[in-house]
């Protein structure tokens, strides 16, 4: 059956999504385009089948998508943890880091590939900021239910 796992998924139509095991650390990370409402309802029972067992999802954002994530997560029994990008900035950045927008994506991105080196997951050739948001948003999530007890050493900064 195989470990427990956490979802985290940067909404949008363009999402982010971020896998994480019971350690704590990413196995696998992505951006995903749905394109349309239509689209992302038919995808995203396919996005949970296809990530293994799961013990997390976690939801940055709301509205119409969240609501799709979350009827979802309902049919499978599965718990939802939704939170503001606030929430897991404020954790993880630096308030200066926190000033615009364009300054926390900036952060952002540089702390994700601080995670996917600290994890052993794949480097990527590119990393859109979706992607490197849930990563981070994972991060906060394995903190917040306990699968990490603290942001490790090689991350902080």
Excluded: C
């Amino acid at each position: 059956m195989g470990e427990p796992r956490l979802l985290a998924v940067d909404l949008g139509l363009r999402s982010g999504l971020a896998l994480y095991g019971r350690d704590g650390r990413l196995r696998e990370y992505r951006s995903q385009n749905f394109g349309s409402q239509t689209r992302l309802k038919r995808a995203v029972p396919s996005v949970l089948n296809g990530v293994g067992p799961l013990a997390w999802l976690v939801l940055e954002g709301g509205g119409p998508v969240a609501d799709v994530w979350e009827r979802e997560a309902s049919r499978r029994a599965l718990p939802v943890l939704r939170v503001a990008a606030e929430d897991w900035r404020e954790k993880l950045l630096y308030a200066r880091e926190q000033r615009s927008g364009s300054l926390a994506k900036d952060a952002a991105d540089v702390l994700a590939r601080k995670v996917i080196g600290w994890s052993g997951a794949a480097k990527p050739t590119s990393l859109k900021h979706d992607a490197a948001e849930a990563i981070l948003l994972g991060l906060w999530a394995v903190l917040e239910v306990g699968w990490l007890d603290r942001v490790p050493a090689e991350l902080r900064r």
